[in-house]
């Protein structure tokens, strides 16, 4: 299994909605952020996985390949 994980979250943030290569957080103070995927300039990058996590943490984004269980939480 390959996870996408995202530790973005603060202590009363909430994701809003994830679609396509954004990530919609609410902040806890109402602000609103948009996370972005992104690609290196004129090069094509796509990212087949099976599980995205997002979680607490200070901005940290991070690709398991051939992970397991363990690696969900």
Known sequence: MDIIKFKILQDGDSVERVENNEVHVRRKNGDYVVYKLKT???EIVM???????ITKGH???????DADLDDLK
């Not at 990212?47 to 996590?53: C, G, P």
């Not at 901005?59 to 390949?65: H, L, P, S, Y």
């Open 40 to 42: 290196e300039e004129n």
């Open 47 to 53: 990212y087949s996985f099976d599980a995205l996590i």
């Open 59 to 65: 901005g940290i984004f991070k690709v398991i390949q």
